[in-house]
């Protein structure tokens, strides 16, 4: 098995997807992505509901995001 085939989300969240979050976050917090719901690591400043956010990449289930 590769990661691509048991997590088939990866190709796509190593192309810098940019979203926008429906609530705060300072270090870690659960979103809805693209209709799934994620645990994220914020990489960087708190995050506030409204800012546009980057996944800059994953972290096994985690994924870790940025402001953009």
Do not use: M
């Not at 979203?19 to 914020?42: A, H, L």
């Not at 096994?60 to 402001?67: D, P, S």
């Amino acid at each position: 098995y590769t990661l691509r085939t048991l997590f088939p989300y990866t190709t796509l969240f190593r192309s810098g997807k940019e979203f926008t979050i429906t609530k705060d976050i300072d270090e870690k917090g659960n979103i809805k992505f693209q209709g799934i719901y994620w645990t994220v690591k914020n990489d960087g400043e708190p995050l506030k509901k409204g800012d546009l956010v980057r996944v800059t990449g994953i972290e096994g289930n985690k994924l870790v995001i940025a402001k953009a």
